[in-house]
């Protein structure tokens, strides 16, 4: 069983910054993809950034140009930075792991940005 862990998230105004950093008890080296996906009160969840332990992230449109998606392969951790916040991202971001096929998933964590 795959253990993730997120941290960061908060309230911060429009035009602020956020850092959210996500660690995984991954114990093998198989290839496994690290992201971020977010869902917002009556919305479904979508994807924010991903990347593959051998590769470069991808970003959903919304968010290219603001956030900016980091992996440390050796730690098994993610960094996902948040800049020029909006009000339209505000939702619950959940750290997503997929290794084998299979997604494990964070607690998700709240981020609030206020016009």
């Known amino acids: 069983q795959v253990q993730v862990a997120e941290s960061g998230g908060g309230l911060v105004q429009t035009g602020g910054s956020l850092t959210l950093s996500c660690t995984a008890s991954?114990?093998?080296?198989?290839?496994?993809?690290m992201g971020w996906y977010r869902q917002a009160p009556g919305k479904e969840r979508e994807l924010v950034a991903q990347?593959?332990?051998?590769?470069?992230?991808n970003y959903a449109d919304s968010v290219k140009g603001r956030f900016t998606l980091s992996m440390d392969s050796a730690k098994k951790m993610s960094t996902l930075q948040m800049n020029n916040l909006r009000p339209d991202d505000t939702a619950v971001y959940y750290c997503n792991v997929r290794l084998v096929g299979q997604d494990y998933w964070g607690q998700g964590t709240q981020v609030t940005v206020s016009a």
């Open positions: 991954i114990s093998v080296f198989n290839r496994y993809s």
């Open positions: 990347m593959w332990s051998y590769g470069s992230p």
